[in-house]
């Protein structure tokens, strides 16, 4: 009895050894492929650019204003729900441009015809379109 015991016992630490480990590359690919990153930060950059679009034509409305940017931060709070990564300094540089997304969503909804504040909007969406492509590098990189 005490023999059946101990083998089971060498076998399940065995077992666990095995399987135990997922290498850090490993776990960012599966996260990449359940979160749908790729399509989550294209649409996400899409929306950015039709932001950056209507920003710049001083004729946009503010109900044009308020859709777009609207549909921007409505992209990005999805797109931060699928945060963390695996990865440390992905998930860092996906904050920060989901952040900097968000706040130039905000302003843009904001802005009317305020040319500073559509400046402003506009400062912010550059900013989080570096640091996704910056990201998005990363986890390239480290997937």
């Given amino acids: 009895m005490i023999r059946h015991i101990g ?3 060498v076998a399940g630490v ?3 050894a095995c399987g135990a480990t997922v290498s850090s590359a490993s776990a960012l690919r599966d996260w990449v492929s359940q979160s749908g990153f790729h399509d989550t930060s294209h ?3 899409t929306d950015a ?7 710049e034509d001083p004729s946009t409305s503010p109900k ?4 777009v940017c609207g549909v921007l931060l409505y992209d990005t709070e999805s797109a931060n729900a699928s945060l963390p990564t695996p990865d440390q300094q992905a998930t860092t540089l996906l904050s920060r441009a989901y952040t900097d997304f968000g706040a130039g969503a905000h302003q843009c ?8 504040r559509r400046t402003a909007a506009l400062e912010s969406l550059r900013a989080g379109g ?7 590098a990363r986890i390239a990189a480290a997937s």
């Fill in 49 to 55: 650019r039709h932001a950056v679009r209507t920003l």
């Fill in 109 to 116: 909804y904001d802005a009317g015809s305020d040319h500073a």
């Fill in 43 to 45: 649409a996400l950059v």
């Fill in 130 to 136: 570096a640091a996704i492509a910056e990201a998005t």
């Fill in 14 to 16: 065995t077992l666990a």
């Fill in 64 to 67: 044009v204003l308020h859709l």
């Fill in 7 to 9: 083998i089971l016992l």
